[in-house]
């Protein structure tokens, strides 16, 4: 019999507790022999469910009870769930976890520490709700050089984008009806701002590229300042705006990584991912481009994602599974104005004027008078400067993904 | 040290053994010590590759050997491979195989018998290509019951339907044009009559539905009768024609599965795969719809889930991976007649007469008289009698999927 622990009851906990017990008879198969959760960690009361009796307030119950092999983090956030998680794998505990921000700000550490204790730290649920990335991604690994990552990652965001694209809305009210939806927070700032979507690209990089990439080492943009007009001109031009996760092997030595709004072809499948559904994009040198595709968030589909890697940890207990990534590395993520894109730009200038820049860009005109051209592809710091040379007036700005497929 | 044996040296055996060792340092890492390729089966000689000591002619060098843990079956077909992949499971090998014909044939006989003697039997490669489907599929199944699988399996098709559909391109035409791109083979059987696609959707309901399916079971129409028409006019109403391999879970004792043309509506993630892609939608209890989409063919995609298969089966020496389903059972594929779907109909009949069919469908007038309609959703059999019955000229006839997401 194997003992393991959940701890937190929000969302995703309630939703792994009652997946679990759905399956419990298949997942003792899988893992070969019986499964049963023996705690609950959560400060909260739960009278009535069929499992009350597995409640603890104290993580001292779980720490101390060498029952216990695997133990599963769905409270979120980075304490005390840091703290307890390193201590159940320096423990010799398998760790299973839900939590993005955690992976993103620890990850090398705990994968360290799960490695120097002989077990596993799991964390499938972190990317991409219930769509399977993680591991896939992993096993894709040693038969491939994994080249770019391009993902849409936050389903919120990409929610308020498609009502601004498809149905013409503001920000503030594609915005305000997230919100009565219930797809997005009274404080959206983690989503709207893009951090949501940065500690997953970070988790992808890391995992993609071998080094820990830090969400306060890269470049990160919401979609706050987007304006109605520049998804609809980008619309006539042939694009959609979406918030992307981006992460490009540059060489053996650099990478590039970044979240931002931008404007991706219709001809890519990325640009059609609807309403709260997450898009991954991985492009292999031997598999060519792949892509994940799904329900990026909710109780059942992330609940599906850590009870799969709780079969995991469980048939691998004593055992290691590959995941890994080193800590981070000096210089290794180049910074912004050294990445090469193209840019979308609407400016307050005459057309020759626009066109005459960067060596002849083909132009639209828009409405007041503005101007619409897309940059070659280009350092940033070159296309910025050639901007600023010209003393035109910009009115907005966004990067063009033309060469992710 | 781990000696593989590859059986074959044609387009993918070739991939995988140029991929095996482009990566060797990583496989070798990942499977926690040294892995070598020690022999290659093929009947042709190939001199002067970097690796031309290792091939062999005779099977017996690799049977008779006891340093091969692993044996790699690339060769297709089912005689000699499926008698060669018996012997080596039998006498306590491994097998990874790309091999959908033989995993459809022969899938529920191989894998007890691995079972029978703790090994493993992988077959990433056999379905999708390089798209990671088995192994995500198989780990979702302990905390998801699957519902339903919509697969588009077969690039070849794929493309000369977009070719019909964007480029108005004949069958003949497109067919002609796969042929000189190398898509399709020279007797193209296979792809357009639809075996490729049924072997493949096969081995996805066995795995799904934990029952073997055996492809002359269930019900496989392929595209050669498509006309030109009937995509022109699908896609005015919506829709794009796509061939799809189908399967559904209808209780816990019946599935549907078949393989078949389908109407799906634009709506549809599934209406937009591209050329030689292949995309495959699961639809889980918990998960809801994930799509996998990517190159479903090709030397090094192909090769490159082979060699992640190589990995698995590397690292669980003398351990099982969970993969399995049991034989066949009686009646547990439903017929045709008895599953429901919409169909649309192109008949030469007045308006008036098609519109009370049914009790009443909204009809569209096409050239030379004909009218088109798509009829409710009902079991085909009632369809089929109602056509039957009404005594109109039905010109085409094709499966529309509103229900698969």
């Known amino acids: 019999m194997i003992k393991i622990a959940v701890m937190g009851h929000g969302v995703v906990g309630s939703?792994?507790?009652?997946?679990?017990?759905?399956?419990?008879?298949?997942?003792?198969?899988?893992?070969?022999?019986?499964?049963?959760?023996?705690?609950?960690?959560?400060?909260?009361?739960?009278?009535?469910?069929?499992y009350s009796d597995k409640f603890t307030k104290s993580f001292d119950d779980i720490i101390n009870d060498g029952e216990v092999k695997v133990v599963v983090e769905v409270m979120g956030g980075l304490n005390p769930a840091y703290d307890y998680v390193k201590r159940c794998l320096s423990s010799g505990r398998s760790v299973v976890t839900s939590n993005k921000e955690l992976v993103a700000a620890h990850g090398a550490e705990l994968l360290r520490i799960a490695r120097d204790n002989n077990v596993n730290f799991l964390f499938e649920a972190s990317v991409g709700g219930g769509i399977p990335i993680i591991r896939p991604l992993s096993q894709c690994l040693a038969a491939n050089s994994i080249d770019e990552i391009c993902g849409i990652l936050n389903g919120t965001t990409n929610f308020i984008l498609n009502k601004m694209i498809n149905d013409g809305m503001s920000f503030d009210d594609a915005l305000s009806l997230a919100q009565q939806l219930g797809y997005a927070e009274r404080n959206p700032s983690a989503d709207v701002d893009g951090f949501?979507?940065?500690?997953?690209?970070?988790?992808?990089?890391?995992?993609?590229f071998g080094y820990h990439v830090y969400p306060d080492g890269i470049y990160t943009e919401g979609i706050t300042n987007i304006k109605l007009e520049d998804v609809v001109y980008a619309k006539k031009l042939g694009y959609a705006v979406k918030l992307i996760g981006y992460a490009k092997r540059i060489s053996n030595d650099k990478i590039f990584c970044a979240t931002y709004p931008a404007l991706i072809p219709f001809s890519n499948s990325l640009s059609t991912v609807d309403d709260v559904f997450n898009a991954i994009m991985v492009k292999g040198d031997a598999t060519g481009d792949v892509m994940f595709y799904g329900k990026g968030a909710g109780k059942f589909p992330t609940a599906s994602a850590v009870v799969a890697d709780i079969i995991d940890a469980c048939m691998h207990i004593n055992r290691r599974k590959s995941i890994f990534w080193e800590d981070a590395k000096k210089d290794y993520v180049?910074?912004?104005?050294?990445?090469?894109?193209a840019f979308y730009v609407r400016a307050k200038c005459d057309l020759g004027e626009a066109s005459r820049l960067f060596g002849g860009v083909k132009t639209s005109p828009a409405e007041n008078g503005d101007v619409l051209f897309i940059t070659p592809v280009m350092k940033e710091k070159d296309i910025n400067a050639a901007l600023d040379a010209s003393g035109i007036e910009i009115k907005a700005k966004l990067r063009v993904m033309e060469q992710a497929v």
Request: with cysteine; proline share 5%.
């Open 15 to 50: 939703g792994t507790v009652e997946v679990f017990y759905k399956n419990r008879e298949s997942i003792s198969k899988k893992c070969g022999g019986d499964v049963d959760i023996k705690y609950i960690l959560d400060l909260r009361d739960f009278p009535g469910l069929p």
């Open 196 to 208: 949501d979507t940065c500690r997953k690209i970070c988790i992808l990089a890391s995992l993609a």
């Open 334 to 341: 180049i910074p912004c104005e050294e990445h090469e894109t």
